[in-house]
């Protein structure tokens, strides 16, 4: 009787093989039968799957952009976290600091490039990722002003001011060169010092009303 594949499990597996040679070399060591040797299988499986190498990115893409959708959520919905603190920890995943988020921050990357490049093929998924993640951290800034009983009216701009941080950061941290630690890794990126600053941004606009 032949064996039967869960093809779901099967495709996020071939995700996680990308994932991990991207997240040890980047995205330009990422082929076929290297993804195919990773993993324990031949070339003609992962052809069963995917037409090519693009193929093969643009299905890993998605597969971080879950795997990020659910780090997000766990901690959205951890118990015991002010709704400040769930902001600096949102933030803070985003950043490319251990192995899963080092593969997420390059494969972005390269997906940004590519989406600017061939819009057709890849600026939907580029543009639902930029928008969930615009979304979430809009709502966390909401939440966090609302538990200090500061005005909400510019949750938006400071949420989208946040992001720019963050990416910001996360393009200088991919590209090796750290704008918090001077190349020290124990030094822990500030995000609680960005969003109190950022917070801060909804005073100022209230005092010029």
Do not use: C
Not at 78 to 95: D, Q, Y
């Amino acid at each position: 009787m032949p064996k039967i594949v869960d093809h779901r499990q099967r495709r996020a597996e071939i995700a996680d093989a990308v994932l991990a040679i991207v997240a040890e070399d980047g995205v330009a060591a990422v082929t076929l039968r290297d993804v195919a040797d990773r993993g324990g299988w031949s070339t003609g499986v992962l052809n069963h799957y995917v037409g090519g190498r693009d193929d093969l990115l643009r299905l890993a893409f998605r597969h971080t952009f879950w795997l990020s959708g659910q780090r997000l959520a766990a901690i959205a919905e951890e118990t015991g976290l002010e709704p400040v603190e769930r902001l600096v920890r949102i933030l803070a995943a985003h950043l490319p600091l251990d192995g899963p988020s080092v593969a997420f921050a390059r494969i972005t990357l390269f997906f940004y490039a590519e989406a600017a490049g061939s819009p057709d093929k890849l600026g939907e998924d580029m543009l639902n990722y930029l928008t969930s993640w615009r979304s979430t951290v809009e709502d966390h800034v909401r939440a966090a002003l609302d538990s200090r009983g500061l005005p909400t009216s510019q949750a938006r701009q400071i949420g989208d001011h946040l992001v720019a941080v963050i990416d910001g950061y996360v393009i200088y941290e991919v590209l090796g060169s750290s704008l918090w630690n001077g190349g020290d890794r124990r030094v822990a990126p500030p995000v609680r010092d960005w969003v109190e600053s950022a917070l801060a941004m909804s005073t100022v606009d209230a005092a010029r009303r």
